[in-house]
């Protein structure tokens, strides 16, 4: 929910960046920014207003979605729409937070995060320590899986995939990878990879290369596998296989994340 939120807006800021005119003026861009808003209004609103009901934070955040598309009915400054991005990133963020410690006590049909297994505890709790925004998508895709029906998986795997990439570039920021030994761009890239990244913090630490492996593998296939599940098309006929195959994937990528986190995090059992 909030994850897939996120991943669409780091779209537009891009887009924003890539923008060349002092004002934003082409339609399209107009039409995403309201695109976006309006699945906050529609989709995900909803859900924060179960567990956080009509909060301050909740009613403060709802201002700056409104000034989005205040700004896209009109010719504003690009970097208005910048800021504006900024800040409803980091609103995001903290609801997520908040919405997840309420859903904590609560539990969704029935099944709350006491019901998770002792790892995914151990996972939380190690992660809340240093990188709370990253426990907030591990914790939301946890309950994502354990949740009721649902229409797309999509969202769920960018919820774990964007825990691993918080955690990682908490552990090894771009700076420090780019300036390690032996560092080089992938091709197609502008910064660190996630499995370099993963090589840069196993290696500090004094890791055989073959103990590195095993995680840079898993790295690959998360990777792979997110991919696969965003780029997913299927229509009404196939839906039902289609919800059965992703959450298969998603498991499967929540299997690797675990075993990455317990090496990055040094947990022990």
């Known amino acids: 929910m909030i994850g897939a939120l996120l991943e669409r807006l780091g779209s537009f800021e891009a887009r924003l960046?890539?923008?060349r005119a002092v004002n934003v003026n082409d339609d399209d861009t107009k039409e995403m920014a309201i695109a976006i808003a309006t699945s906050y209004f529609s989709a995900c609103r909803p859900h924060l207003t179960e567990v956080l009901s009509e909060s301050e934070p909740l009613l403060e955040h709802d201002e700056k979605?409104?000034?989005l598309i205040r700004l896209a009915h009109g010719n504003n400054a690009r970097a208005t729409y910048r800021r504006r991005v900024r800040e409803l990133k980091k609103g995001l963020i903290e609801l997520n937070v908040e919405y997840l410690a309420g859903l904590s006590t609560r539990g969704v049909d029935g099944h709350g995060l006491s019901d998770l297994a002792p790892e995914e505890n151990l996972i939380i709790k190690t992660l809340e320590e240093f990188v709370p925004s990253a426990a907030a998508s591990y914790r939301q895709g946890l309950l994502d899986l354990q949740g009721g029906e649902r229409l797309s998986y999509r969202g769920t795997a960018s919820e774990f995939r964007e825990a691993l990439r918080e955690?990682?570039?908490?552990l090894a920021p771009d700076a420090d990878v780019q300036s390690g030994p032996g560092y080089t761009v992938e091709p197609g890239q502008t910064k660190p990879t996630m499995k370099q990244k993963v090589r840069f913090v196993l290696g500090s630490r004094g890791r055989k290369r073959t103990q590195q492996q095993a995680a840079e593998e898993s790295v690959d296939l998360?990777?792979?596998?997110?991919g696969a599940?965003?780029?997913?098309?299927?229509?009404r006929a196939s839906l039902a296989?289609?919800?059965e195959s992703s959450r298969?994937?998603?498991?499967?990528i929540k299997r690797y994340i675990d075993t990455v986190f317990f090496d990055l995090l040094e947990i022990s059992e």
């Open 222 to 226: 998360i990777e792979e596998l997110a």
């Open 167 to 170: 955690t990682l570039d908490h």
């Open 229 to 235: 599940l965003t780029r997913a098309v299927y229509n």
């Open 241 to 243: 296989t289609h919800l």
């Open 17 to 19: 960046r890539r923008g």
């Open 65 to 67: 979605w409104q000034q």
């Open 248 to 252: 298969a994937e998603v498991q499967q």
